[in-house]
């Protein structure tokens, strides 16, 4: 089913609808393509995980931050000249 912006606000109980029905809906803006919406079951395979981003353990390997409670107390001391 193929559904425009409009479409989705003023006839969103057929837009639930087809997706009820496992239909895939592509949403077009201005007669361009920009979004499909499937039914949840489709995607959920496609959810990410936390080990997929980079960020994900790139401190792991520092030992001053073991104790957590002792690190944030450092950061939050105040400077001594």
């Known amino acids: 089913m193929e559904a425009s912006v409009l479409d989705l606000r003023k006839n969103m109980?057929?837009?639930?609808?087809?997706i009820d029905r496992r239909e895939n809906v592509i949403l077009t803006y201005r007669g361009k393509r920009k979004a499909?919406?499937?039914?949840?079951?489709?995607?959920t395979e496609c959810e990410p995980k936390c080990s997929d981003f980079e960020a994900c353990g790139m401190w792991a390997d520092r030992d001053d931050m073991d104790d957590v409670q002792e690190y944030v107390q450092k950061l939050r001391a105040p400077r001594r000249f």
Do not use: G, S
């Open 13 to 18: 109980k057929d837009i639930l609808a087809a």
């Open 36 to 43: 499909i919406i499937m039914p949840i079951d489709e995607v």
